[in-house]
């Protein structure tokens, strides 16, 4: 059975601080990995990772995957209250529905 | 251009009670998606559709129906609420082949009492 597994559950920092969340995945026909950032309405998307060791950026956040080790990790620098969110990893695979399979969040709340 | 617009964002009903979730993309996307997602819990895969006329199963499609008989539409029944239908639905929508960009709707709060 397919697996996308996100860790810490939930995290608490301070503003300026770097989290790093991750997520780890058990899938067949692997074709992408996905991040999203969802606060209290639908997921915004991040970034979209294909190729290992490729790090994609974007302002103060950035990610990596590791398709050898069937991982990925989304780093935030110097945290605002605003990076406050539920960060979601979802695979795509290969299948004829196109379908994504999520990860059960890594809900981050930064205090000012 | 709208994307992907979701009817109703909020429903209350009682047990036992059907009712019809909307969804119609302008998009003219081939790919389209029901989620459900559960408090604190990632989204789950209800339904999906290839292209019109054609509906498949996703992970948890018990006690919901789909139709897509047209490219824009594809509304998610539930024929008889329950309280485990309690959730928060998201369509979603993708043109094949274009990377996996995926387009959610808003989001509708369904609560079963």
């Known amino acids: 059975e397919d697996k996308v597994v996100q860790s810490p559950l939930s995290l608490v920092v301070h503003e300026g601080d770097t989290v790093t969340l991750n997520c780890s995945y058990e899938?067949?026909?692997?074709?992408?990995l996905l991040w999203y950032k969802q606060e209290k309405k639908a997921p915004t998307f991040l970034f979209m990772l294909?190729?290992?060791?490729i790090e994609k950026k974007s302002g103060r956040l950035s990610s990596i995957l590791d398709k050898k080790e069937l991982f990925s990790i989304l780093n935030i620098t110097a945290t605002q209250t605003g990076d406050s969110a539920v960060y979601l990893c979802?695979?795509?695979?290969?299948?004829?529905?196109?379908?994504?399979?999520f990860g059960g969040g890594t809900r981050l709340m930064v205090k000012p | 251009n709208a994307g992907v617009t979701q009817t109703p964002k909020f429903r209350i009903l009682k047990i036992g009670q059907s009712m019809t979730l909307q969804c119609t993309q302008d998009?003219?996307?081939?790919?389209m998606y029901w989620y459900r997602q559960d408090p604190g819990m990632g989204l789950k895969l209800i339904y999906y559709?290839?292209?019109?006329?054609?509906?498949d199963k996703g992970e948890v499609p018990n006690g919901y129906n789909v139709s897509r008989s047209t490219t824009e539409d594809f509304p998610l029944r539930l024929e008889l609420a329950a309280p485990s239908q309690t959730s928060v639905y998201f369509c979603?929508?993708?043109?094949?082949?274009?990377?996996?960009?995926?387009?959610f709707g808003e989001g509708s709060w369904l609560t079963v009492v």
């Open positions: 979802a695979v795509g695979r290969n299948n004829a529905g196109n379908m994504l399979t």
């Open positions: 899938v067949t026909n692997f074709r992408s």
């Open positions: 294909t190729s290992s060791g």
């Open positions: 998009m003219n996307h081939n790919y």
């Open positions: 559709s290839v292209g019109a006329g054609i509906t």
């Open positions: 979603a929508s993708i043109f094949g082949g274009a990377g996996n960009t995926i387009y």
